[in-house]
């Protein structure tokens, strides 16, 4: 999700501040919401949540693919 889009223009770090790399529909206070996650079921919910906002779906569908390659997933 570019995070632009999101509320508040990211997720919070545990000290409040907001992240440069996670969304808040996915990180909150320093955390994953949803850490047991798989990057595919992480992909097709912010596919989801970028319908949703009136993205087209091939944007959408542009925008989740890069995931994978955030540091999230780096070890996984």
């Known amino acids: 999700m570019p995070l632009k889009k999101s509320p508040n223009g990211g997720g919070t770090n545990a000290n409040k ?4 790399m996670y969304c808040a529909f ?3 206070n320093g955390k994953f919401i949803n850490p047991d996650w798989t990057v595919n079921e ?3 919910f912010v596919k989801n949540k970028m319908k949703e906002m009136g993205f087209p779906n091939f944007l959408a569908g542009f925008f989740s ?4 390659k ?3 997933w780096k070890n996984k």
Do not use: D, N, P, V
């Open 17 to 20: 501040t907001i992240s440069k």
């Open 65 to 68: 693919k890069g995931i994978s």
């Open 26 to 28: 996915c990180y909150e």
């Open 42 to 44: 992480m992909q097709a």
């Open 70 to 72: 955030l540091e999230r």
